[in-house]
């Protein structure tokens, strides 16, 4: 069976989140570079590299958790012949309530004939109150 083909860098991220949901490894897998600089980091997790790594977690999450369904959000995209960079907001839903919401990039890049995934970083979205005490300059707030 061949690998499937992602026209565009939108189709490799539809084909992501519905890997993601459908807790589908193979599917999982496809999406992603062959390219040892490829990377993952989880919320709160050190970063992984290469496919090994990368498909070992993902296992390890389908294994592990409930299925996830995802309402993506404020989406930033920057975008030229061979670099695609998604920035969006992911609402992660289980048992139809909101879980958890997190700010996420992905970069993908083009092959020869087809877009994948080389970069997913996730990170948990800020508190309310994080974020006033950073503006309002009350307190020293450290964010990377």
Same mark, same amino acid.
């Given at each position: 069976?061949? /690998? *499937?083909?992602?026209?565009? *860098?939108?189709? +490799? ?9 459908? +807790? ?5 897998? +496809? ?11 989880? &919320?709160?997790? *050190?970063?992984? /590299? ?73 990170? &948990?979205? &800020?508190? &309310? ?10 307190? *020293?707030?450290?964010?990377?």
């Amino acid at each position: 069976m061949s /690998e *499937p083909k992602f026209l565009t *860098p939108r189709d +490799a991220e539809e084909a992501f989140y519905q890997a993601i949901e459908n +807790a589908d490894l193979n599917s999982m897998m +496809a999406i992603w570079s062959d390219d040892d600089a490829t990377v993952c980091i989880h &919320p709160g997790a *050190p970063r992984l /590299e290469g496919r090994g790594e990368i498909r070992d977690s993902w296992q390890e999450i389908f294994e592990a958790g409930p299925s996830m369904m995802f309402a993506i959000s404020d989406e930033r995209i920057t975008q030229d012949d061979h670099l695609a960079v998604h920035l969006v907001r992911e609402e992660i839903v289980v048992d139809g309530e909101v879980v958890s919401v997190m700010l996420t990039t992905n970069i993908y890049h083009r092959t020869n004939d087809s877009w994948r995934m080389m970069l997913h970083h996730s990170s &948990p979205e &800020p508190e &309310p109150l994080l974020e006033e005490f950073a503006l309002s300059g009350d307190e *020293p707030v450290v964010l990377h």
